[in-house]
């Protein structure tokens, strides 16, 4: 096996069993929170917490809005693993760095993967505090290079060449409708845009983003899917709608992190609600 390989198979063993040992959980469903959702992680029952600096390889939460610790314990009765906050290659890591937890959620039994953002609206119709069902992606960062799968694979892990038709369950994106519906809550369908960030974006890329068919846009999540994927993981994912993209030139609106962040306080209690009613009627894994 290549030796490069073989670190990250040994890597992944390793922060596997450091979290093994700090908790008699065995989670089967992972959760990533985004900027400004990490209180949803309040609700976790029996939580264990583990830092990400107690984990092997594990890299630091440097954002805003991130804690940087896994809570392990029930949501709704299930065995959930939650990342209070992610890394982004725009601090500094490489995809496949950034992405590193995923493989160790895998390793630790995890066969299903709910992923929520904080993203920027584009769609006209949407408002900041919407929740938005991700039915498709547009990998912008991933298709120019910044794609987590770069390099050598590892059979073992996945196949070589991925089929990313579908990467959002179908049947999990149903399931979210229906629970939606059933609380009365309005949840938004759409495209999510991949972007590496860290700046928001120009009036000429929103309106560039609008033309490809995207509803909102972020700075994460679609490595995240693409590795999910990549070991046969089932996918879901919720944007939580922070702020209006600004399409208009002449704006004198300004995008700036203080506002996702605010935005959490309204986001939190729906996506709580939804994401409860989800697991409690999905089925076992």
């Not at 949407?126 to 992606?137: E, P, W």
């Not at 547009?138 to 892990?157: E, K």
């Not at 196949?159 to 579908?166: C, I, L, Q, S, W």
């Amino acid at each position: 096996m290549n030796a490069s390989l073989s670190t990250l198979t040994a890597s992944i063993s390793e922060a596997a069993d450091a979290i093994r040992a700090r908790t008699a959980h065995r989670p089967e469903l992972g959760l990533i929170l985004g900027s400004g959702l990490n209180p949803l992680a309040d609700e976790i029952e029996g939580a264990d917490r583990i830092p990400y600096s107690d984990i092997p390889d594990f890299a630091p939460a440097t954002i805003a809005g991130h804690v940087g610790q896994l809570v392990i314990g029930r949501l709704a009765a299930r065995p959930v693993l939650i990342m209070q906050g992610r890394s982004h290659p725009y601090e500094g890591l490489s995809p496949r760095q950034a992405t590193f937890p995923i493989r160790v959620m895998h390793a630790l039994g995890v066969r299903t993967l709910i992923v929520t953002n904080a993203a920027g609206g584009l769609n006209p119709a949407f408002a900041a505090g919407d929740l938005m069902l991700i039915t498709d992606h547009l990998g912008l960062a991933a298709m120019a290079g910044w794609n987590p799968l770069v390099g050598p694979n590892d059979d073992s892990l996945g196949p070589r060449f991925v089929d990313m038709a579908g990467a959002y369950d179908p049947a999990l994106r149903r399931l979210a409708l229906q629970v939606a519906d059933r609380l009365g809550m309005k949840l938004r369908q759409g495209v999510y845009a991949g972007v590496c960030g860290p700046t928001f974006e120009t009036p000429a890329e929103v309106r560039f983003l609008r033309l490809a068919g995207a509803d909102a846009v972020g700075m994460s999540t679609v490595a995240e899917v693409i590795v999910a994927r990549h070991m046969g993981l089932r996918v879901l994912g919720i944007s939580g709608i922070s702020n209006l993209a600004h399409a208009d030139p002449e704006t004198e609106a300004h995008a700036d992190h203080t506002e996702v962040l605010a935005a959490g306080a309204t986001l939190v209690p729906k996506l709580t609600a939804l994401l409860q009613g989800i697991l409690a009627e999905m089925p076992a894994l």
